[in-house]
T-cell receptor, first 113, second 116 residues
Framework: AQSVTQLDSHVSVSEGTPVLLRCNYS??????LFWYVQHPNKGLQLLLK??????LVKGINGFEAEFKKSETSFHLTKPSAHMSDAAEYFC???????????FGDGTTLTVKP | DAGVIQSPRHEVTEMGQEVTLRCKPI?????LFWYRQTMMRGLELLIY????????DSGMPEDRFSAKMPNASFSTLKIQPSEPRDSAVYFC??????????????FGPGTRLTVL
């Protein structure tokens, strides 16, 4: 069984300040972990994925996430927010070689000028 | 690759009409997923297929919804009869869930359905 919890439904930051979107997961097996971004009226786009090769994962647009097994967390960060980062972000847990993944409820990121 | 293709992109219909949404997954992917997204309920998994076989349809709302995957390159989601509460964005996604894969899903652009 697997589950994922996004700890904040809304996060608001000022442009140029750091972004932190929090995600905790549970999984009976070694998980695959992903972050997706969805801009308004768009589909979901993969930001980054954890595949056990490295605990610090770099993604597109300057985002990165760190896998911490002891804390069962996979938080998404970015050093400096840009207005174009305003979107909804989904944390996802899956299983390698398996089918269905579990999506979190999403975090809406607002970036203030 | 063109990515996951969905059609139509927008559909407006009247209550009681049949609606068919279409999806072409990425070539070589063996799993396909149908999702529904609304403001109230967020993103919901409706059904997923592996090697063209439905594996889990527990998210299908009711008998008015049906999904098929006649071959590896095509799937449909049908609503008959449609109701206003079916208005949502419907996403199709595909992945390679074979050995050694990590199952990242690739999403189509979605079909925005409005039932009047």
């Amino acid at each position: 069984a697997q589950s994922v919890t996004q700890l904040d439904s809304h996060v608001s930051v000022s442009e140029g300040t750091p972004v932190l979107l929090r995600c905790n997961y549970s999984s009976s097996y070694s998980p695959s972990l992903f972050w997706y971004v969805q801009h308004p009226n768009k589909g979901l786009q993969l930001l980054l994925k954890y595949t056990s090769a490295a605990t610090l994962v770099k993604g597109i647009n300057g985002f990165e996430a760190e896998f911490k097994k002891s804390e069962t967390s996979f938080h998404l960060t970015k050093p400096s927010a840009h207005m174009s980062d305003a979107a909804e972000y989904f944390c996802v847990v899956g299983l390698a070689n398996a089918g269905k993944s579990t999506f979190g409820d999403g975090t809406t990121l607002t970036v203030k000028p | 690759d063109a990515g996951v293709i969905q059609s139509p992109r927008h559909e407006v219909t009247e209550m009681g009409q049949e609606v068919t949404l279409r999806c072409k997954p990425i070539s070589g992917h063996n799993s396909l997923f149908w999702y529904r997204q609304t403001m109230m309920r967020g993103l919901e998994l409706l059904i997923y297929f592996n090697n063209n076989v439905p594996i889990d349809d527990s998210g299908m709302p009711e008998d008015r919804f049906s999904a098929k995957m006649p071959n590896a390159s095509f799937s449909t989601l049908k609503i008959q009869p449609s109701e206003p509460r079916d208005s949502a964005v419907y996403f199709c996604a595909s992945t390679d869930s074979g050995r050694g894969s990590y199952n990242e899903q690739f999403f189509g652009p979605g079909t925005r359905l409005t039932v009047l």
